[in-house]
């Protein structure tokens, strides 16, 4: 009789952490079922603080440091996060597994009554978001239309079109289809409209480097054009150097073993933004990242950030609706 081992799994306390890391643990004891798992609650920096903008309280890995740190000093053996949160550098010692399959990777429109996409934002309309990604993609598309910086949970960022008279708010398609919220989505932001974070929709699944048992039943959960994805669209925010809350985006689509990235590359002080798109072999995602980080970098002004680039990629007639 195989000797049951004992995992301890690291997560966020928030509800779509806990949900993720579910399923993590679900699809490794279909697969493995003599493994035994352990759930441990980390709470990170991002968690503890909830008043202030992310940009006023530190750098990356605001959401995934603690996290890291238990790995390392070993009280958990794997992480599960969410990969458009994880820094471009890993500590040493630390890998990711093969991310399992992608969830939706496009931003969404939660709207109030009366509205059904963004063409139908009156004037002046307010829109919440966080991201300032979203809001300088926003502002090319509609530049009357005021955002507002908003944080918490998928609830507390819905409840504010209600008790802060918003519009609407945008948000990650990824985090409403898991905690089952399809219903509250207006509509869809195709990637042409509204490029996504790096990986958005993508779970990371991080463990020591040389746990090499572990590692082989985390990889067997992988999804190969998930990874060759993720990996082309971390390649591109790692060779653009931006701060993480730099307006960057990526999106990468995987068709017959050809890769179709979208990038978006703004610095954080000015409005400008480039945006393009390049295709390359399925084999070399690293390298299509990096190159398409460099041709929209050499793009924006070397000065002053005073204007706002026209896109080179011309967004869709309308949105797709839920």
């Known amino acids: 009789m195989k000797q049951m081992r004992k995992i301890r799994v690291g997560t966020r306390g928030s509800a779509l952490a806990l949900t993720q890391t579910e399923m993590v643990i679900r699809m490794l004891g279909q697969r493995f079922p003599e493994l035994e798992t352990e759930t441990l609650v980390i709470k990170s920096t991002g968690d503890r603080i909830q008043d202030r903008p992310l940009a006023e309280i530190g750098g990356s890995g605001l959401f995934t440091r603690e996290l890291e ?3 390392l000093d070993g009280r958990i053996d794997f992480a599960v996060h969410s990969m458009k949160d994880m820094p471009a550098e890993q500590p040493a010692g630390l890998v990711f597994a093969m991310p399992p399959a992608r969830e939706d990777g496009r931003d969404v429109l939660v709207l109030r009554p009366g509205l059904s996409c963004l063409a139908d934002l009156p004037r002046g309309a307010r829109i919440g978001t966080g991201s300032l990604r979203r809001s300088r993609q926003l502002a090319l598309l509609r530049p009357d ?20 008279g918003l519009d609407g708010v945008i948000l990650a398609a990824a985090g409403l289809h898991r905690g089952g ?3 509250k989505i207006t509509a869809y932001l195709e990637p042409e409209t509204m490029i996504p974070a790096p990986a958005q929709g993508v779970l990371a699944v991080e463990y020591r480097a040389a746990d090499r048992e572990l590692g082989g039943w ?3 959960l992988g999804h190969e054009e998930t990874d060759l994805a993720a990996r082309a669209e971390r390649a591109f925010l790692k060779a653009c150097g931006a701060g993480c809350h730099a307006p960057v985006g990526a999106f990468c689509r995987v068709k017959d073993r050809t890769l179709e990235l979208l990038g978006a590359y703004g ?5 400008a933004l480039a945006r393009g798109r390049l295709t390359g072999p399925a084999g070399q995602p690293e390298n299509l990242g990096r190159e398409l980080a460099e041709k929209l970098m050499a793009r924006l002004p070397r000065e002053a950030d005073t204007g706002v680039l026209p896109p080179e990629i011309q967004p869709p007639e309308a949105e797709g609706k839920a």
Do not use: C, F, P, S
């Open 69 to 71: 740190a238990a790995l």
């Open 145 to 164: 239309i005021e955002t507002v910086g908003i944080r918490g949970n998928i609830e507390t960022r819905m409840a504010k079109i209600r008790d802060e």
């Open 181 to 183: 919220y399809h219903h």
């Open 218 to 220: 985390l990889n067997a």
């Open 267 to 271: 610095r954080e002080q000015g409005r």
